[in-house]
């Protein structure tokens, strides 16, 4: 434990806002190598990435974690300061980043010493992707980590990352898939001019709300066992000149879909598209559409990996897990294109990127037991 915990503090002094590491992987890597792990460092751009193996077998179990953290908001709103990490007595650690997720990066670094340290002829691969981007926006995080393990034909067959999945009870909740996460950028142009002479004009804003108001009346899909229906929501709506007495030469809305795997990117394209063409909109003077896919949707259903998980959580925390889906996204959507089997599974997430973000110590001790369990039963007790 007093190792665990000292590993958890020290991490979590370091002010490793996205995407700067602060020396947090240049103290996992030292770790590492005591453990004998192989290190191989692919930085970029500023972001830092760590890629650590061990063992040999053909079967490859992959841990995925990020060491950086979104910013603390008004420190003065903490009741300590968010990079100083405090235990206070009810057996709480508070600081920025406990969550969301040195915390869980830490279960899982002291989970495989354990399972290494019980077993120490075995030979099983245990791989670790660690990044400093994962808040951020990404491109040279895990993304730019796993284009370069396809090109050079890694095999992942299990990952699990350590995202705050748990809900009121360590391990009451995990995520076996995503939803995809596509953005558009939508434009109308129209007439600049003064709002008393409409004959001459043309107001941008106006179409722009009634193909709005189509956006939000379509039914994009049901949803289904394991994904709730598509949403579409808007972000933000840019128009007009600050003015009262003018129309502007354009108007633009941000909005995203969250999609399930019952479409496609295209088949959402289409039916946007399609609502153009009733307004007899030319693509090339009237409107622009950027678009954007933060990523496509995925899903575990079934196999060895979710044995594993669910039998950890019914041995070590005596509940049965609640799969979903739901959320954001995560660097899952960067694995998939290298592992089939990927389960997000982590701390409570009550005070995720919040003031006073924290956890008690004993969940972060049982995730650190439930880990080392699901090691187990995929390379030594071989459960099907």
């Not at 953290?69 to 235990?87: C, D, H, M, Q, R």
């Not at 400093?132 to 095999?155: A, C, F, M, Q």
């Not at 009634?210 to 009346?217: D, V």
Request: charged residues 20%.
């Amino acid at each position: 434990m007093y190792y665990l915990l000292k590993l958890v503090l020290n991490l979590l002094s370091k002010n490793s806002i996205t995407p700067n590491d602060k020396g947090c992987q240049y103290l996992l890597s030292n770790i590492f190598k005591r453990l004998c792990f192989r290190v191989e460092v692919f930085n970029k751009k500023g972001v830092h990435n760590l890629w650590v193996t061990n063992g040999f077998c053909k079967k490859t179990l992959l841990f995925v974690g990020h060491t950086d953290v979104v910013p603390s908001g008004p420190i003065k709103a903490w009741e300590i300061n968010p990079f100083l990490p405090y235990l206070n007595n009810r057996g709480y650690i508070i600081s920025r980043g406990i969550v969301d997720m040195k915390g869980s990066l830490c279960s899982m670094i002291k989970a495989t010493c354990n399972f290494i340290k019980l077993y120490p002829k075995s030979k099983e691969k245990i791989a670790f992707l660690i990044t400093s981007d994962e808040e951020g926006d990404g491109n040279y995080g895990t993304k730019y980590v796993i284009n370069k393990l396809i090109k050079r034909n890694e095999i992942i067959n299990y990952c699990i990352i350590g995202e705050p999945t748990s809900k009121s009870n360590t391990g009451d909740t995990l995520k076996i898939g995503r939803r995809g996460s596509l953005n558009a950028k939508i434009i109308i142009y129209g007439i600049q001019g003064h709002i008393a002479y409409t004959k001459q004009l043309l107001n941008p804003i106006h179409i722009l709300i009634n193909i709005i108001h189509y956006l939000l009346k379509i039914r994009w899909d049901k949803g289904n066992k394991y994904f709730s229906k598509t949403s579409f929501q808007i972000s933000n709506f840019i128009a007009g000149l600050g003015v009262s007495n003018m129309l502007p030469k354009y108007a633009k809305v941000l909005c995203n879909f969250r999609f399930s795997n019952e479409l496609t990117v295209n088949k959402i394209k289409t039916k946007v598209s399609n609502i153009f063409l009733l307004f007899n909109l030319n693509k090339k003077k009237d409107f622009k559409i950027n678009w954007y896919l933060s990523g496509e949707p995925y899903l575990t259903k079934k196999g060895t990996l979710l044995n594993a998980v669910i039998f950890g959580i019914n041995y070590m925390c005596k509940i049965q897990p609640k799969k979903n889906t739901n959320g954001g996204i995560s660097d899952g959507r960067f694995v998939k294109n290298l592992c089939k089997q990927i389960i997000e599974l982590g701390l409570i997430n009550a005070t995720i990127h919040k003031i006073n973000e924290c956890v008690c110590v004993s969940d972060i001790i049982l995730l650190t037991k439930l880990y080392q369990l699901i090691i187990e039963y995929l390379f030594i007790y071989k459960l099907k």
